[in-house]
Structure formats: C-alpha cells, structure tokens
Nanobody, 115 residues
Framework: QVQLVESGGGLVQAGGSLRLSCAAS????????MGWYRQAPGRQRELVAT???????NYADSVKGRFTISRDNAKNTVYLEMNSLKPEDTAVYYC?????????WGQGTQVTVSS
C-alpha cells in the first residue's frame, strides 16, 4: 500500500502563487506516471497535469503556461507550481499515482483563490 500526502494548499489572492507537494511513502520510481487532479464544489474531478518517469509532462488547457509539474525521485515527491492563480482554480487538489490497475490517491489539499 502506498500513501500519498499532499501539502501546500491555502488561501491566495488572484494573481498569486502556490506550490503543492505530494510526498509518497514509497519510491516513486515504480510509477510510470503521476499526476495532479482537482475537484471544485459541484463539479467532477478533473485532470490538471501529469508527469512520466522520464519527465514528460501534460497539462489541462486551462492551466497551460501557468502551472508546472515536476518530480524529485530522490525525495519521492511530486510538485505542482501554480502561478497567476485565478478564482476558477479554487478546488481540492489531489495527487494520483496509478500502477498495475490500481489508483492511489492522496487526501487532497484545499486551494482557494480570492478575487
């Protein structure tokens, strides 16, 4: 069983920045891809960004150019750098790591962007 623990959320004004961290309880080398998802009240969970073990990244159109996903294999941690935040970025952000047909999720961290 792998545990994922997110941190770094909070309240920020529009135009501000936050950096989210996702710390894994095991080596993240085992995961070919890891990602960040978010869920706003009354909406479905949506993909924000993914990163492969080789460092290839993918972003939702709504965050391209503003968010950056990265991973530090030595620290077993994945990051999400969020800049130029907008009120519509307000959501609970979840870390995800799929492997062998299973999906591991963190507990989520709240990001609130005020206008």
């Amino acid at each position: 069983q792998v545990q994922l623990v997110e941190s770094g959320g909070g309240l920020v004004q529009a135009g501000g920045s936050l950096r989210l961290s996702c710390a894994a309880s095991a080596s993240i080398f085992m995961f070919n891809v890891m990602g960040w998802y978010r869920q706003a009240p009354g909406r479905q969970r949506e993909l924000v960004a993914t990163i492969t073990s080789g460092g290839r990244t993918n972003y939702a159109d709504s965050v391209k150019g503003r968010f950056t996903i990265s991973r530090d294999n030595a620290k077993n941690t994945v990051y999400l750098e969020m800049n130029s935040l907008k009120p519509e970025d307000t959501a609970v952000y979840y870390c995800n790591a799929p492997i062998l047909g299973r999906n591991f999720w963190g507990q989520g961290t709240q990001v609130t962007v005020s206008s």
